[in-house]
């Protein structure tokens, strides 16, 4: 930035001094004009140095602007880099709570569009704004030692140019933010409908949303052109002042050259000083445009720089994560919704232990999940691991000591391999590892069938794949991680019975000596874990073994009995 000032000084210095060699060119020329002993080769000799020295000083402004843009443009891409990665950064940091209160769309317009705005400011705008200071002062000093008076009429027009530029820029201000609201809102509209372009067109809805998005487009259209029309202001009263200015000048210093106290040399060195501040002033429009637009898009990435994660990490955390987890009357409110998740839970999971937690939908099950990995903090009471409260813990240890397979599988538009490779600790895994995790999760022959096998692209959110090939990866993943506590939130819901008996064979012996959480409706499922927990509303209301829970007769033997009449009426169907 210093640099960059530097040489547009330097720039403008030599641009200054081009109109005084036109200056000293024409007073010669009428010099000798007005003398009968003149010669061409004179004029000749003259001309050649005057349009040399022109030539060196246009040069020499030339190289100087050059270094110009290869600082200051340079800088703002330099700082747009590292303000996309803060951004980015940022996001990794903030709790789930934000994302679910945050469109996506616009969470990514505000780290392309926005970021992109604040650098055309910090570039280009600013490089035009110190070009515009440096060259009015240099063109004012010129101008004032050549004649007072005629540079006070040549002038006179700046003043309502400045307050005009000030009136306008608060209202494009206002226009700017409206514009990247309603781009906000398109970029999220398009990414929902392309995430569910499946179910769009199973519901036959594309008429719909087209017609839907003309009218979001139309009204981000007439946003702009509003933006537009005041920008379009600008010029013209722009131009049309540098035209008053021009007239002023030829008119003041016609007069004064009649009266002898200025040459015609001078007039048109003034002519050629206030036609160099013609686009410099005419880009005051523009740079007042770019500057109102980077403001707004800064203040909304303020908003999301200036935001806090709820979940915060303690001075000194514990790094090592061993030992029994235990629920101390647990409740949990979603502070985006206000939903009671959980309400005053206890239990304790033995170290070693694989429990089976089951319940009707919307009891807390997967709560149960997000709050063990700190997606979220408890609202009431606490969790510990090893007699330790979670949030003592180094929040990257914790989550590292943890497999979670969520019941919203993501996969990521990359190859199956890297997939599963994505769950290891550190680098990537060996070949032999990503097989065994293949087979443990009984995808290996699915993915074999596949022309490149395990360099199959999955296409956007493993599109190409069906449900259950979408679970058994995400397992997979989970299994290559080799953690110390597993915990799978219904992740068997779109697989057949005998594959889901394969697949929790696998896990049985995987999960020897391991703490697993095995979350399900389905009760054959959760058979053979330790011991079951049941939850109804959010409340702990029976646990147990699979036998123990069967000879109290409650809500858990009811629930056991009618899945066993469900499957026992889907058979009859199939046969």
């Not at 060119?25 to 349009?51: G, P, R």
């Not at 949303?209 to 487009?217: H, I, L, M, W």
């Not at 997967?366 to 903090?377: E, F, G, M, P, Q």
Request: aromatic content about 12%; some cysteine; hydrophobic content about 45%.
């Amino acid at each position: 930035m210093f640099l960059g000032t530097l040489f547009i000084i330097a720039s403008n210095a030599f641009g200054a001094y081009m109109p005084s060699v036109v200056n000293q060119a024409t007073d010669k020329i009428v010099e000798y004009a007005n003398n009968e002993h003149f010669s061409k080769d004179i004029i000749f000799n003259l001309a050649l140095k005057l349009a040399g020295f022109y030539f060196l000083l246009s040069f020499m402004k030339g190289i100087f602007l050059f270094f110009t843009r290869q600082t200051i443009i340079i800088m703002s891409r330099l700082i747009e880099y590292d303000l996309k990665n803060e951004i980015y950064d940022k996001y990794q940091s903030l709790d789930m709570s934000f994302y679910r209160k945050n469109r996506t769309g616009d969470i990514m317009n505000r780290i392309s569009e926005d970021v992109s705005r604040v650098r055309m400011y910090l570039g280009p705008g600013i490089m035009y704004t110190i070009n515009l200071v440096v060259l009015f002062v240099f063109v004012i000093s010129f101008m004032l030692s050549i004649n007072v008076k005629l540079t006070l009429y040549a002038l006179m027009p700046l003043p309502l140019m400045s307050f005009l530029v000030y009136k306008v820029s608060s209202i494009i201000n206002q226009k700017s933010e409206e514009v990247q609201r309603s781009q906000s809102w398109l970029s999220s509209f398009v990414q929902e409908t392309l995430s569910g372009i499946r179910v769009l067109k199973a519901y036959n809805r594309n008429d719909y949303f087209v017609d839907k998005f003309k009218d979001e487009t139309y009204a981000y259209q007439l946003a702009n052109l509003s933006l537009a029309r005041t920008n379009a202001f600008f010029m013209p009263v722009i131009i049309f002042l540098i035209g008053v200015s021009t007239i002023f000048t030829i008119y003041i210093g016609g007069v004064e050259a009649i009266d002898g106290v200025i040459d015609i040399g001078d007039i048109l060195q003034f002519v050629i000083y206030v036609n160099m501040l013609t686009w410099p002033f005419a880009s005051v429009g523009w740079v007042t445009s770019l500057v109102q637009r980077a403001a707004a898009s800064q203040k909304r990435l303020n908003e999301f720089l200036h935001k806090d994660s709820k979940i915060k990490q303690t001075v000194n955390p514990v790094q090592k994560i061993k030992g029994d987890i235990e629920f101390k009357n647990v409740t949990f409110i979603y502070p985006e919704s206000g939903i009671k998740a959980l309400e005053n839970v206890s239990f304790t999971i033995k170290e070693g232990e694989t429990i089976g937690i089951t319940g009707r939908t919307g009891s807390g099950k997967s709560t149960i999940a997000r709050l063990i990995c700190r997606l979220y903090d408890v609202t009431e009471g606490e969790i510990l691991i090893g007699g330790i409260n979670i949030k003592q813990f180094d929040l990257s240890a914790l989550r590292t000591a943890f497999s979670y397979v969520p019941q919203e599988v993501f996969l990521f538009s990359d190859t199956i391999r890297n997939n599963i490779a994505f769950g290891y600790k550190t680098e990537s895994p060996d070949e032999t590892k990503i097989i065994q995790a293949a087979k443990d999760a009984d995808i290996y022959e699915n993915i074999m069938r596949f022309n490149k096998g395990f360099d199959t692209e999955i296409g956007e959110r493993g599109v190409t794949l069906s449900g259950g090939q979408k679970q058994r990866l995400s397992i997979a993943r989970a299994i290559i991680k080799e953690p110390d506590y597993m915990i799978f939130d219904d992740c068997l819901s779109a697989v057949d019975t005998h594959t889901e008996e394969v697949i929790l064979n696998n896990l049985s012996n995987i999960m020897k000596g391991k703490t697993a959480l095995l979350m399900g409706h389905r009760i054959a499922t959760l058979i053979h874990s330790d011991r079951i927990l049941l939850f109804e509303k959010g409340k702990l209301i029976e646990q147990g073994t699979h036998n123990d829970l069967l000879i109290k007769n409650g809500i858990y033997n009811t629930l056991y009995s009618r899945q066993l009449i469900e499957e026992d009426e889907n058979t009859r169907r199939k046969i």
